[in-house]
């Protein structure tokens, strides 16, 4: 297993194990929870869920990945402001990542204590680098095939996902470093099921040793994805069980971080994998030695 030893922020985040980032969404229509966290009082309350079951990351977004309804900068902001100053006063050394595609949010969340900005649009907007530089805090280099924000494929199509995948995040890895973003707080997003079919997801989690060899920590956000959901032929509220196993196999494999709702589930699945791989001892070993 690969040993990263990520900061962001100055918050260290190495682990014997694979980080879990815990998903907040200060939406009404996320296509998991449909707005089960939207009100304050239930995000914050979802945050300290989070933090008890042990999440080393909390990731708190304002606009769903899905089609819907514009939501404006302003509006955003309104959503999330309130969460992350309270998050940041109330937990002040656990990591918080900003799961936002917009410079002008990118600015004010790392004025108010972001530590991570989670860009799942693949720098889209043009200026997201030039923020996490200038507030030298960490980013995720997400593959999106080039897609628009909040817009769905239609067939997309690849000689080689894998490949796509490694050339795009890595080239935008190798650019955040020249804008003097700090190394140790980027991160790769394969980005299952952004503008791919499930068997584009299904052939990036069998060879996600490609995407761990580029030497890049490697985020795997696949929590209740669609991709779960087609394999297994199964609804939204019984994909847990493959969201899992998919996990166990990608964290035997390396991978440095999982973007969970299950997050209790999710962090006793990679504690089980590293201590079969032996990177992490046992919570107590006694049984007939006592």
Not at 59 to 88: F, K, Y
Request: net charge negative; glycine share 8%; charged share 25%.
């Amino acid at each position: 297993m690969t040993k990263h030893s990520m900061r962001f922020r100055g918050r260290p985040a190495s682990q014997d194990r694979a980080l879990i980032m815990a998903i907040v969404n200060r939406t009404p229509d996320s296509f998991y929870d449909h707005g089960a966290t939207f009100d304050e009082g239930a995000a914050r309350a979802a945050i300290e869920r989070a933090v008890a079951d042990g999440a080393d990351v909390i990731d708190i977004g304002g606009v769903p990945a899905s089609p819907g309804p514009e939501v404006a900068v302003s509006d955003e902001l309104d959503r999330i402001l309130p969460t992350l100053e309270w998050a940041r006063a109330t937990y002040p050394e656990t990591v918080i990542s900003i799961d936002t595609y917009r410079h002008e949010v990118a600015e004010q969340v790392c004025r108010s204590g972001a530590d991570l900005l989670n860009d799942n649009w693949g720098n889209y907007d043009g200026r997201m680098l030039d923020v996490a530089a200038e507030y030298q805090c960490g980013y995720v280099c997400a593959h999106t095939g080039g897609l628009t924000p909040r817009t769905d494929p239609v067939r997309p199509a690849y000689d080689d996902v894998v490949a796509s995948v490694i050339a795009d995040t890595t080239q935008l890895a190798r650019q955040a470093v020249e804008k003097g973003v700090p190394a140790e707080g980027i991160m790769l997003d394969p980005a299952i099921d952004f503008s791919k079919t499930t068997w584009h997801s299904l052939e990036i989690l069998r060879r996600v040793d490609e995407l761990i060899a580029t030497g890049w920590p490697v985020l795997m956000a696949m929590s209740n994805k669609g991709v779960v959901g087609e394999t297994l032929g199964v609804e939204l509220d019984d994909r847990v069980t493959g969201t899992l196993a998919a996990s166990a196999l990608a964290a035997k494999e390396g991978v440095a971080m999982f973007r969970a709702h299950q997050v209790a589930e999710t962090r006793r699945t990679v504690e089980m994998v590293a201590s079969i791989t032996g990177e992490r001892p046992p919570a107590q070993a006694i049984r007939y030695l006592v």
